[in-house]
């Protein structure tokens, strides 16, 4: 073995085995977590094989067994399969096992995913002859290995297209003086509020996809109060409030109807089958409807009595 490479192995009592790491180390040092170790090889980090190390794996292979009472040595294909490196999983699960790091591993080394270990076994054409599976590696390219026979697996793009698509809360903005209608230089006060209806920050949307469940739950980025009068909040972590300790206020300088909104920014977050949670990639901003403020003068004058 050359100085700059290296194989890597971890133990996984829960996977009743060890999960191999191959590749070249080039300028930075493995880093493991839990059953992940990650490299970096200069062109970006990966978890497991590479994406050119899975493709590369041999579609057929040499097999050595008795026919007909002699040794017979021939090329065969290979039947690949992949399963979610997860929990209790086997390569004969009748039902497979999700878990969120399985999904978050990949996200972090900027693969699809799921992270998956790979099994393959040679299909010898006699129905006599045991077919072994054999323990290949991990991988965060599940759909470049060759052969693969795996069922459907949920993806990473699948959780956030469903994140994408949450009938997210959209934001209402109340004010105060109450009654749509202030006078000019006078402060009015701005308080967002959620209707009953969509997903707000921190409830959670649990779905079902491809027989795992997942829990959508979005999250809170920041709030824009647009006044109506080319001036806005800017981002902002606040909610606003009503007289008089909101922190959301405006005076208008001219007498007028505007029209005010609200826009919250949401992410996400995302569990699978129970697992722990972890942040999606992204943010969506879903602006509230639309309410109009009128700004009236006020005109002084003398009356005799």
């Known amino acids: 073995m050359s100085a700059t490479a290296t194989v890597l192995m971890i133990a ?3 996977l009743g085995g060890l999960i191999q ?31 050119a190390q899975t493709r590369a794996l041999p579609p057929r292979g040499e097999a050595k067994y008795a026919t007909a009472g002699k040794q017979v040595t021939k090329v065969v294909p290979y039947e690949y399969v992949t399963i979610l490196a997860c929990g209790n999983n086997t390569v004969t699960s009748t039902v497979e096992v999700g878990c969120t790091s399985a999904y978050q591993t990949c996200t972090d080394a900027n693969a699809p995913g799921p992270y998956s270990i790979i099994f393959r076994r040679l299909l010898i054409p006699e129905p006599d002859v045991t077919k072994v599976w054999e323990r290949v590696g991990t ?20 959780i956030k297209s469903q994140w994408e698509h949450t009938p997210f809360a959209k934001p209402t903005v109340a004010t105060q003086p109450v009654g749509g209608a202030t006078l000019v230089t006078l402060p009015v006060y701005f ?3 959620y209707p009953a209806a969509g997903f707000q920050p921190n409830e959670i949307n ?51 109807r505007y029209t005010t909104s609200v826009a919250t920014t949401y992410g996400g977050q995302y569990s699978v089958d129970g697992g722990g949670w972890a942040d999606i990639p992204g943010a969506i901003t879903v602006s509230g409807p639309t309410s109009t403020i009128e700004v009236v003068t006020t005109k002084n004058e003398l009356v005799n009595q």
């Open 206 to 256: 649990t779905v079902t996809l491809l027989g795992h469940q997942v829990r959508i739950k979005p999250t809170f980025k920041h709030n824009v109060f647009t006044f109506g009068d080319g001036s806005t909040s800017g981002t902002t972590q606040s909610g606003g409030g009503t007289y008089p300790d909101g922190d959301i206020k405006h005076a208008y300088d001219k007498r007028g």
């Open 191 to 193: 308080q967002l509020q």
């Open 139 to 158: 991988t965060c390219w599940p759909n470049a290995v060759p052969n693969n026979t795996a069922r459907p697996q949920l993806t990473m793009a699948m």
């Open 12 to 14: 996984v009592t829960s």
């Open 21 to 51: 790491h191959p590749g070249t180390v080039a300028g930075g040092t493995p880093k493991c977590k839990g059953i992940v170790c990650t490299q970096n090889t200069g062109g970006g980090t990966y978890a497991g094989k590479t994406e």
